[in-house]
């Protein structure tokens, strides 16, 4: 069975320093993907960043990047100069197997605060 | 480029009346679809998804439905709806490449 765990509700963090959102995941499966999403308080879905399950280097978009640890079964997202815009709910995502009759499922997310 | 469009955007309902939403997709085929429900402060609970036109997989027993007429049309239903009901409901498809999801705008339903 596929599950994905998000253990901080909430996250303080002030503005400019970098910060990381926890998820671990559990799958049997060998060939999954891993996804991270925000979403600001207008409740649209914002996609960030994608890891591969045979990816062997740490993707990076911007100032996000995802610390891939696969032995620990762990998909942290580090946000580095966290900005004021960065205040929103992330949710940590996990597609196992490949192609077709791919399902989707998500952490129960963690609302990040940014102080100015 | 492909979109994903669903309405209506607000409803309020009682309880026990029936419920349709609507989504649909454009500038992709065959895509695989997904209907998602969020409680309010909470994560993504997924419902249903489909892999083609009248092939549906439930992910959660409940008095909710889904349908896929056409390739790029995906509905949620209900024939009486229950005060737990009540949320945000977010359609999506899946690109073939990585499986991200490409969400619609969302459906915010308050069953009274």
């Known amino acids: 069975a596929q599950k994905i765990t998000q253990t901080q509700p909430g996250m303080f963090v002030q503005e400019k320093e970098a910060v990381t959102l926890d998820c671990t995941y559990d799958t049997s499966d060998q060939s999954y993907g891993l996804f991270w999403y925000k979403q600001p308080s207008s409740g649209e879905m914002i996609f960030l960043i994608y890891?591969?399950?045979?990816?062997?280097q740490n993707a990076t978009e911007g100032r996000y990047s995802l610390n891939f640890q696969k032995a620990r079964k762990s998909a942290n997202l580090v946000i580095s100069a966290s900005q004021l815009g960065d205040s929103a709910m992330y949710f940590c995502a996990m597609r196992e197997g490949q192609g077709s009759a791919s399902k989707i499922i998500f952490g129960s997310g963690t609302r990040l605060s940014i102080r100015p | 480029s492909q979109t994903i469009h669903q309405w209506p955007a607000t409803l309020v309902q009682p309880v026990g009346s029936p419920l349709s939403l609507e989504c649909t997709v454009e500038?992709?085929?065959?895509?695989?679809l997904y209907w998602y429900r969020q409680a309010a402060g909470r994560g993504l609970q997924l419902l249903f998804y489909?892999?083609?036109?009248?092939?549906i997989s439930s992910e959660v027993p409940q008095n909710l439905s889904a349908s896929r007429p056409q390739d790029r049309q995906f509905i949620l239903s209900s024939k009486k709806l229950l005060l737990s009901d009540s949320g945000f409901y977010l359609c999506?498809?899946?690109?073939?490449?990585?499986?991200?999801?490409?969400f619609g705008e969302g459906s915010r339903l308050t069953v009274l």
């Open positions: 890891q591969g399950s045979y990816d062997e």
């Open positions: 999506a498809w899946a690109s073939s490449n990585t499986g991200e999801l490409f």
């Open positions: 489909s892999v083609g036109i009248g092939q």
């Open positions: 500038g992709t085929s065959n895509p695989n």
